[in-house]
């Protein structure tokens, strides 16, 4: 028998890059995705900044994180003003020294139909949904272009970004220009050691779905913690690769093709 790893031509493969001690910043990061993401992370040896609308929920998650030994820091955050932006990007940087990773997961939904749909609504889903993640990349990559290591942004997308459904059109509209941003910054600031990525993800066990559709069939939706080791993936990959697009769906999700 041959032993192939001590043959010269033999190739080793990477080990996934480590997180210990690294800074990530979770829009959303109360509750959901955005809680799974800083327990994922966090037990992987992140520093977590938790920012989200309800600071006190915010602060109740970063608490529970912290009986883990996980460092964790809760931040009051709306993400479509852009001077909290600037702020929750500026505590991170007095908190921890740096950002590593922006994880831009804060999102809502107005389900109704066109002709129902307010102007209002309409604005809210899109400064939320898309300028959000504009301003928070734009502040946190600034960060990221002067410190060492430069930095990794992930959007999380939808299926939503890839396909249809009625009485969703400024959910719709929002995640496609979300996908669209996020090729785009990929392909602007990779040359700034920055590397950008989206998680297209599908239907969740979370109270984004569940508080607004209590009859859904929850054997078709997946763990979001399922999604959130999708997002520590794209963080672990070696240095040179990036991740430009991973979709994560459940395996029911019959309505996916």
């Known amino acids: 028998m041959t032993d192939t790893a001590s043959t010269p031509n033999a190739v080793q493969a990477p080990s996934p890059q480590s997180l210990q001690g690294r800074v990530a910043l979770i829009t959303g990061g109360s509750r959901g995705l955005g809680a799974a993401i800083a327990q994922v992370l966090g037990e992987s040896g992140m520093r977590v900044a938790l920012a989200d609308l309800e600071l006190q929920r915010?602060?109740?998650?970063?608490?529970?994180?912290?009986?883990?030994?996980?460092?964790?820091i809760a931040?009051?955050?709306?993400?479509?003003d852009a001077a909290q932006c600037q702020r929750a990007v500026d505590a991170t940087v007095d908190k921890f020294g740096r950002i590593d990773a922006l994880v831009n997961n804060a999102a809502v939904d107005v389900t109704a139909p066109l002709a129902e749909l307010s102007v209002e609504d309409w604005l809210r889903v899109l400064h939320t949904n898309?300028?959000?993640?504009?301003?928070m990349t734009k502040y946190a990559t600034a960060q990221?272009?002067?410190q060492s290591g430069g930095g990794h942004v992930v959007n999380v997308a939808s299926t939503a970004s890839k396909r249809a459904w009625p009485n969703a059109s400024a959910y719709h509209a929002t995640k496609?220009?979300?996908?669209?941003?996020?090729?785009?910054?990929?392909?602007?600031?990779?040359?700034?050691?920055?590397?950008?990525?989206?998680?297209?993800?599908?239907?969740?066990?979370?109270?984004?779905?569940?508080?607004?559709?209590p009859g859904i069939d929850e054997t078709k939706l997946q763990d979001p913690i399922n999604v959130?080791?999708?997002?520590?993936?794209?963080?672990?990959?070696?240095?040179?690769t990036v991740i430009p697009e991973l979709t994560v769906l459940p395996m029911q999700e019959t309505s996916w093709p």
């Open 58 to 72: 915010a602060q109740d998650c970063a608490a529970m994180l912290g009986e883990q030994d996980i460092e964790a």
């Open 75 to 80: 931040l009051p955050l709306n993400v479509s």
């Open 130 to 135: 898309l300028s959000g993640p504009f301003l």
């Open 144 to 146: 990221m272009a002067k």
């Open 176 to 213: 496609w220009g979300l996908l669209g941003l996020s090729h785009a910054l990929h392909a602007e600031l990779r040359d700034q050691g920055i590397r950008v990525g989206a998680v297209v993800a599908g239907g969740m066990k979370t109270p984004f779905l569940l508080d607004r559709f």
């Open 228 to 240: 959130a080791c999708a997002v520590r993936f794209m963080l672990q990959q070696p240095e040179g």
